[in-house]
């Protein structure tokens, strides 16, 4: 499978799955992201974040959390996605309240496609790392943001204020 490259960047044509609580129940689904934004009338932000329960990505998952009616207001679903596993996402999620899906990738399938996976220089050790990184995708599936390597406090509002009419 070719990686596209940012300009050319769509939703991949393959299954995920992925992790959300409703009415106090954990729901996973294999879902196709492609063939679920064609069966909306939302746009969709997807993020990617290192590991579950550390500080940036709390921080990010409680601000999308806490901003979700007003993403929701300008049309768009949130799904966060990391290489952590179904029960790692339960876990958070139930931790922190969060009321936003998350995509366990522990295959890499998905940050491979969008290619966030890159060497990091952690205390002078070259490791493989995922690099907190969004996507957003109007409601025709067609890419109109993507930012890489970004700062996880207060990107939401940043986000927010970009994609404002």
Excluded: W
């Amino acid at each position: 499978m070719a990686k596209p490259t940012t300009e050319n960047l769509t939703l991949p044509d393959f299954p995920v799955t992925i992790v959300r609580k409703l009415a106090g129940n954990f729901i996973h689904d294999e879902i196709n992201l492609k063939e679920m934004i064609a069966n909306t009338d939302k746009g969709l932000i997807l993020y990617f974040y290192p590991k579950d329960s550390t500080p940036g990505c709390t921080t990010q998952a409680t601000e999308f959390t806490a901003h979700l009616h007003e993403f929701d207001d300008l049309g768009y679903d949130i799904i966060g996605v990391s290489r952590d596993s179904v029960e790692s996402h339960e876990k958070f999620i139930t931790k922190y309240d969060l009321n936003i899906a998350l995509i366990s990738d522990t295959d890499e399938k998905l940050c491979q496609y969008f290619d966030v996976i890159k060497e990091k220089n952690m205390y002078g050790k070259i490791t493989l790392g995922l690099v907190r990184s969004a996507f957003v995708f109007n409601k025709d599936g067609t890419l109109t943001h993507a930012q890489r390597n970004l700062r996880a406090k207060g990107y939401t509002e940043r986000l927010l204020e970009t994609l404002a009419p």
